[in-house]
T-cell receptor
Framework: NAGVTQTPKFQVLKTGQSMTLQCAQD?????MYWYRQDPGMGLRLIYY???????DKGEVPNGYNVSRLNKREFSLRLESAAPSQTSVYFC????????????FGSGTRLTVV | GENVEQHPSTLSVQEGDSAVIKCTYS??????FPWYKQELGKRPQLIID?????GEKKDQRIAVTLNKTAKHFSLHITETQPEDSAVYFC????????????FGQGTELSVKP
């Protein structure tokens, strides 16, 4: 039982390059989320998926797209990376109906140069 | 949207002392109130949570109290230990689809031996 798995753990991109961050959970949770965390700041919600087949914008969606591939997987895509997207990205999942909190992945440290 | 504020932003205590962190929120429909602990370089982890029909919850040295009328809840840590040193985040959940959490800016707790 791995919980929430994120890949890659580290990535360096050049400005304008694209990439996809992968996230998978094995807890049969309905809801999944992508957050970014910048130094000295809290976690800001980028996008979330309340259930398979649905996605919604969070606080800071600009420059990102997401795909809820199936119940297990929720990916985050940067189409044209910018230095302002340098951050640590966390994926999380939860079972809202059971009233439980989030389980987070270990994070992806992304640097855009 | 939900406005979440934490105070203080930094807190330094001596080992064995108590620590209290307060979180205020704006959404009167909020119904779930968790606290997360994030150690340096690690993922956030849920340490305690409370629901709107309960005023206080305790788990060993940590407790959470809720004042729905005043729209704030607090994290209490007693008999602090050096391993309690971390950043603590509150993340009240409003009455929204998908269970998304809006995180406070965080409180950096330092416990000095």
């Amino acid at each position: 039982n791995a919980g929430v798995t994120q890949t890659p753990k580290f990535q360096v991109l050049k400005t304008g390059q694209s990439m996809t961050l992968q996230c998978a959970q094995d807890m049969n949770h309905n809801s999944m989320y992508w957050y970014r965390q910048d130094p000295g700041m809290g976690l800001r919600l980028i996008y979330y998926s309340a259930s398979e087949g649905t996605t919604d914008k969070g606080e800071v969606p600009n420059g990102y797209n997401v795909s809820r591939l199936n119940k297990r997987e929720f990916s985050l895509r940067l189409e044209s990376a910018a230095p302002s997207q340098t951050s640590v990205y966390f994926c999380a999942s939860s079972e809202v109906d059971r009233g439980r909190g989030y389980t987070f992945g270990s994070g992806t440290r992304l640097t855009v140069v | 949207g939900e406005n979440v504020e934490q105070h203080p932003s930094t807190l330094s205590v001596q080992e064995g002392d108590s620590a209290v962190i307060k979180c205020t929120y704006s959404d009167s429909a909020s119904n779930y109130f968790p606290w997360y602990k994030q150690e340096l370089g690690k993922r956030p982890q849920l340490i305690i949570d409370i629901r709107s029909n309960v005023g206080e919850k305790k788990d060993q040295r940590i407790a959470v109290t809720l004042n729905k009328t005043a729209k704030h809840f607090s994290l209490h840590i007693t008999e602090t230990q050096p391993e309690d040193s971390a950043v603590y985040f509150c993340a009240p959940r409003g009455n929204n689809q998908g269970g998304k959490l809006i995180f406070g800016q965080g409180t950096e707790l330092s416990v000095k031996p």
